[in-house]
């Protein structure tokens, strides 16, 4: 984000400045890491659980400053918990699982996020990226106090040369206290947005980028609202904009408000700007009497954007370097996160000679599609949040004119919050080979499903290896082939300590699994295989599939078509109808009537062909017509 300032203290956090180290003049290691933000510390961990160290370089010399990235998914928490980050971060961390979205001055829509009876962790908290790296630090210091130079982690150290081979990558560091050389066989790229190594290579970036542009500011507010998200479409003391507001800890609220057509970023970020702006929109939800103050600002342009692959060589990209996403529906982080959680495990498997090679192409191939998974929702919720077009605009407001009163057309609002996402036609999956009416497919991630015993909820059975989750009594010793199994019984056998106790049968009704049913689930909680009745032949070929061996993997994965509901896909249509209509008068009126009958016509094709027939048979614009600037 360009245009940042920032303060060396926010609230009651102190940023703590660490001392650059003294470099080697050539050091040769196993895997360095470029970038010791939230990912590159994650990867870090995790390949330390799994027993490999690493490198960590970081230009800056503290955590980063401001909120960032600030809202942490479910996913993302279970994530942290098995890197033993977890603790920091929900002690601190607020809890959330909805929001409510308002036009002009109107309610218009409300969303939940799913929310489970005894549930583990929440669907999202609020907490801010320095808070975040803080956990991890934590994390790695534990690891360290364990096992002494697990993860050397390398502040206010810079990579300034990168020269990459068959059989390593060479990078020139460079610090306060000198130069130094650094000979790995592996780099993972995690190093932001503005990545080093990945201009170094080359590459960049391709998709889409916005012109939506965005004021974010952290303020010190002294409020006692709820912690929720709430947006305002074209409020009074904002028109034609959206305002955002989200609480975090220690009496901060982040406030991001777009820049409308002619607003010049500089003028928008001056001090005396931010604060009038700021005070009017508090005085306009009625906090304007609150003492506050300003911590930290920064401007933010959207975009969708990624490599075609994630793998060059022995040089992997991770979060930001490896693709960028809008802030709407919070992906940009905790997509990161899930890099880093498929990297990890796949790499030390490599390392270790249980994976193929190929297992590392499998990474930039189920991450990029992740990547167009979460990109077809984020664009979505962007042209919504800033209209690209006079069409989009027209139809913006038409479906918040109606939104109060007809539900189906308020859900164009929801702002599709972040999800796990499938891995779909993974080669490391084994089809299903029996009829199962429910549970986690093959590529699926784990569901959180409450259980007693000394796991209270079965994603913590995962990891760090392979886990055979077996239903009933534990199977014979030639079908684990060496897995760690975890049992699931129906009560409490002192000769399994680790087996999940399953009473009431939820879990076993969940996974649709009788006794003698098993799944077999990776190190990142995704679905391998799974039975009706586990057989060893069968479990140690999902295995092998699993690590990669004889399904080489291409590097990408073509974008995905006609991605989202028919409704999005209905309204998309007509946005771009009326962009090529032209404006007028009537046209607001004819947008609100479209949807209207849209939502009425329970036919997608039959709705989409007449918006096809009445385009092509609109006359052609008049020449007094006036013209709109988008």
Known sequence: MPDDTALERIGPYVYRHFDPPRLPAQQQVGVAIVGGGPVGLATALGLARQGVSSVVIEA???????????????????????????????????????????????????????????????PMINLQQYYIEDALLAAVQRVNAERPGTIDLRWATRVDTLESG????????????????????????????????????????????????????????????????????????????????????????????????????????????????????????????????????????????????????????????????????????????????????????????????????????????????????????????????????VLREAALSLA?????????????????????????????????????????????????????????????????LHFGAPPAADVAGGLRIVPVLAQADARWPQALIDTDARLARAFDAPPGSAYLLRPDGHVAARWKQAAAPAVRAALQRALGHGHAAPAATPEPAGAGSARDRLYTRLALGVSEAGQSRETLFLARLALLLCERLDDEAAAGAAITAALHQLPEPSLSAPDATY
């Not at 990078?171 to 650094?182: F, I, M, T, Y």
């Not at 975009?303 to 693709?323: C, E, K, W």
Request: with cysteine; glycine share 10%; aromatic share 8%.
């Open 60 to 122: 800056d010399d503290s955590v980063c400053m401001g909120s960032r990235a600030a809202c942490i998914s479910r996913r993302s928490l279970e994530i942290c918990g098995r890197l033993d980050a977890l603790p920091e971060m929900m002690e601190r961390g607020l809890p959330w699982s909805g929001g409510r979205s308002f036009w002009q001055q109107q309610e218009v829509f409300r969303f939940s996020m799913p929310v489970y009876e005894g549930q583990r962790l929440p």
């Open 404 to 468: 109060a009163e007809h539900r189906d057309i308020a859900e164009l609002i929801n702002p599709r919050q972040t999800a796990a996402v499938a891995y779909a036609d993974s080669p490391l999956s084994t089809p299903d080979a029996d009829a199962w009416a429910g549970g986690p497919a093959p590529g699926e991630v784990l569901p959180e499903v409450p259980v007693a015993g000394p796991l209270t909820h079965v994603t913590q059975a995962v990891g760090p290896g392979f886990v055979l």
């Open 166 to 393: 068959a059989q390593g990558v060479s990078l020139g560091l460079v610090n306060g206290l000198g130069r130094g050389s650094l000979q790995a066989d592996w780099v993972l790229a995690c190093d932001g947005g503005q990545s080093f190594v990945r201009n170094a290579l080359g590459l960049a970036l391709e998709g889409t980028a916005y012109t939506g542009r965005y004021v974010i500011v952290d303020i010190e507010l002294p409020s006692q609202h709820p912690t929720e998200r709430r947006a305002w479409f074209d409020p009074p003391w904002h028109r034609g904009a959206t305002v955002l507001m989200h609480r975090q800890p220690d009496d901060l609220w982040r406030i991001d408000w777009q820049l409308r057509h002619g607003d010049h970023t500089e003028e928008a970020m001056r001090p005396e700007n931010v604060r009038r702006f700021v005070q009017s929109h508090l005085d306009a939800i009625g906090e304007g009497h609150l003492p506050w103050k300003p911590a930290w600002s920064s401007v933010y342009r959207a975009g969708a954007m990624t490599l075609q692959s994630y793998r060059h060589g022995r040089v992997l990209f991770a979060g930001n370097a490896a693709h960028a996403m809008p802030i709407f529906g919070v992906r940009g982080l905790n997509s990161g996160l899930d890099d880093a959680d498929n990297l990890a495990w796949k790499l030390a498997a490599v390392l270790r000679g249980d994976g193929a090679d190929a297992l590392l192409d499998s990474y930039s191939r189920e991450r990029v599609q992740a990547f167009h998974v979460n990109a077809e929702s984020a664009r979505r919720s962007t042209e919504f949040m800033s209209p690209p077009s006079r069409g989009f605009d």
